[in-house]
C-alpha cells in the first residue's frame, strides 16, 4: 500500500500531476499557484518525471501552448491564480470548444484591484460558462484526488472537456494536511493513458478549430452542451471507481454532514468547509440543527441532486467567496443557481447568500453563528427579511 | 436524473470539435470557400506579367496558382482582398467590380 505524507495542497497537485505521467507542463509564475510550478520544474529536472516544462511568456500563451499540447495527443497540465487566470480568458472557450482535456489548477487569488492576493473565488468562477469542468477541493487530500479524478473525467471519450481543478489560495494551497500517496499501480488501474481522438498529425493532417458558417454553429454548441451533460455519469462512475482502487468514497456531487435531522444548512464551496464543519458541531452543542451541504462540482452543476438534497431543509444559508456587482438577488454567484435549482421544487427551503472571506479573510466561527442565527430566525418566521448579508457589516 | 440530452438530427450532426480532415497536404478545402466573399475581382494582364510570382507568395489565400506558362486565380477561394494588385511590381493586375462580370459574385443574393 502506499505512504503518508504531510503536503500542501500545491505539493498534492505535484505528486498527482507526476503520478499521471503527464507529458507537457506550460507554466508562468503568479502568487499563489506558482508553487506548484517550482515543485514539478524541480521534478523534471531531478528525471522524477518525463515531461516536456514549458515556460510560457504570460498566461496567454501558457494556455496557447497547453491548446496546442493537448490537440497533438499530450496529457497536459497548466494552472494559475487572480489575474492571471483572467488574463489568459480568450483562449478558455477554443480549448473546450477543440474539446482538448486540458486540467488547469486555479489556486484562487483576488482579483485587482488592489493587488490584493488572498483567496476569493471570483477568477475561477467568472471563467464558470466556458465550457470546461469545475470543482472546488476543502484539503491538499481532496486536491490530490480530485487531481486523478478530472483527468479520468476530462478525458473520458464521451466527454473530452477541459477541466479548472480549483482550490482556495493559501487556506489549501499553502497549509499542509495528511495526504495518502499511492501505489502507481493503483493510479495507472484508475487512470489509463490519454487516447486523443482525431490528434494532430503530420501523417494525417487535419484542421482543428476551423473557421465555420454561422448554420454550423447550433450544432457545434449543442454537442459542447452535450459533453458537459454527459460528464454527470462519468462523474459518477469515476467516483465509484475511485473508491474500488483508493478506498476513498467521496459523494459524486454533493457531500453532505450531520443533515440527517437538520434544518437549517450552510451551502459552500471549498476550504471553508472545513471551517464550517467545527462551526457546525459548536452550534448542535448549543441545540441547534445545523448541517452542512459542500458542492464539489459546480459545472456540470447538478441540479436535480440539489433539488433532492436541499427540499428537506427549511432554510439554505449560501456562503459566497466570491462577487458579482449587479447580479440578481444582490449577492454571490452561487445563490442564483441555487435558487434556479429549486424553482420547479413544490418544497422549496427559504434561502439567504452570506458574503464572507472576500478578499482571502478567514471566515470565523462567530461569523458562522451569524448565519446560523440568521437561518433560524429566518426558518421561525418563514420570511426573508434581506436575502443577502455581508458578514462583518451586519447587526 | 433527469436527461438534459440534446437530440441532434443525423443530417446536422458535425465531426466533434468541427475538425475537418484535409485530403492531402495539396488538396482543396469543399467546406470552406470563400470565392462569394469578393467585391473585386483580380483580373491579370497577362501581356504586363512578367511571371515574377510575387502576388503567388504574398496571396494569403493560396488563391494564386501557376497554370502552364501564366499566374491565373483561383476564384473559388479569392475573397479579392487586393494584395497581388498591390504587391504587382509591373502593375499587372488589375481589380474589376465582380458586377461587371457576367456570372459574377453579387453579394446579398445569397449570403454564404
Known sequence: MGTKKFLTGLGATATAVKMADVDVITSFPIRPYTG???????????GELDAEFIHADGEHAQLSISHGASAAGARTFTGSSGVGVTYAFETYSPISGGRCPVQMLIADRTLDPPGDFGSEHTDALGCRDQGWIMGWAETPQEVFDNTLIYYRVGEDPRVRLPQFNCHDGYFVSHIPGDVEIPEQSQV????????PVDPLDPQNPLGHGPQIFPDQGPALEAMRHNAMMAAMPVIEEAIDDFGRIFGRKYAPFVEEFMTDDAELVFFIN??????ARYAIKHLRERG????????????????DVLQESLSRFKAVGVVETNSSFGIARGGGILAPEVCGSLYDVPQRPLIAS??????GEPITLKEFDFIAEKLKKIAESGKIEKPVYWLGFEE | MKSYEVKIAKEKLLPEAGIVKAPSPNGEQESMITGCWRVLRPVIDHEKCTMCRSCWIFCPDQAIEVKGEEMAVKLKYC???GICANVCPVGAIERVPELDFEGGVVRLEKLF
Open chain 1, 288 to 303: 441547534i440543527k445545523v448541517g452542512l451541504v459542500k458542492i464539489r462540482f459546480i459545472r456540470p452543476w447538478p441540479t
Open chain 2, 79 to 81: 475573397k479579392g482582398c
Open chain 1, 36 to 46: 506548484v510550478m517550482m515543485i514539478l520544474s524541480q521534478m523534471v529536472a531531478n
Open chain 1, 188 to 195: 495507472d488501474e484508475f487512470l489509463p493513458p490519454y487516447r
Open chain 1, 354 to 359: 452570506f458574503m464572507g472571506g472576500l478578499g
Open chain 1, 270 to 275: 471549498g476550504a471553508h468547509a472545513h471551517t
